[in-house]
DNA sequence: TTTGTTTAAGTGTTAAAACATTTAAGTTTG
DNA sequence: CAAACTTAAATGTTTTAACACTTAAACAAA
């Protein structure tokens, strides 16, 4: 449905305003579709998003603030949701041998054995799911839109 | 920047789920600077989403449920926000006349005061701001894509 | 009417975000 | 070396989100 449409709004929206409105407005919209996929298994989207990063450096872990400059989210408080993770049972912490401060969170086999759980679930609907309707070309010129819309 | 350089993605993405990463990040990045934004003015970002729907309906006032399914993020709790609001001096609620279940929700002359304010102290710096290196048919696109991606 | 259902708004509670602060280890410099 | 500074992680606190639940009014049907 197109934004004016979900907005219930009376007046045409000068196009830049629509951008910005249709970019927040879609990611609430995601973002509730994700919670909802990632409830069955236990997870919240930035826990989510921690595994994949950790399953994406993996056999080599990451520390606390690496993991923190690759989320989505910066605001995250990594040390709490590695916590969770940890007590959950899927990802391991380390102290770093060098420098003391730091601490390596490694991704386990059960939290790889979760991630891909979940992928094979997300498979199965994945013709009905987000951005489905996109063709390759379009989710490409999507990206990029965005990428310009920070600059 | 590029969203793989600013996630230090290391292998490459596959364009929908670069898509769908990149409306997360983006819209994280947006919320970010728009929290900036209303600081000064002791507004946060669905605050300020209720006093512009409310604006945008002046004179006429909404209901409690009549601004929720107006608003960017479906989940907020309107009647804590609108509450707030009232106690800022910002917004008025009398009771429905007919329904006396419903409140109805008017900006005062306070609220749209504000509201000003900070569209001027916006349009200044509008050439740097959120978008601005998009063209206007660039954010029409852009706007059309994610409309598209809901679907 | 009275019983049940639906709808609107508000409240209670738990968990999470936001932001500052602390602790401890490492680095730099006088 | 010692003091000052920086960095990494954790913690404390306040606010907000998320979700279920309650209350009260309107509506519908027996």
Not at 45 to 72: A, C, E, H, T
Request: net charge positive; aromatic share 6%; charged share 30%.
């Amino acid at each position: 449905m197109k934004l004016e449409m979900e907005l219930k709004s009376t007046r045409p929206i000068p196009a830049k305003q629509r951008a910005v409105l249709n970019i927040l407005f879609t990611a609430s919209w995601l973002d509730c579709y994700i919670t909802r996929q990632l409830r069955p298994y236990g997870l919240t989207g930035p826990q989510y998003n921690i595994l994949r990063i950790l399953n994406g450096s993996f056999p080599k872990g990451l520390s606390v603030l690496d993991i923190k400059s690759r989320m989505l989210d910066r605001s995250s408080n990594v040390s709490r949701l590695v916590e969770k993770l940890r007590l959950s049972g899927f990802v391991e912490r380390v102290p770093h041998g060098r420098d003391r401060r730091m601490v390596i969170v490694t991704i386990s086999e059960t939290g790889k054995k979760l991630l891909s759980d979940i992928e094979k679930a997300q498979v199965i609907e994945s013709n009905s799911g987000a951005g489905s309707k996109l063709t390759e070309a379009e989710a490409l010129e999507l990206a990029h839109l965005l990428d310009k819309f920070r600059e």
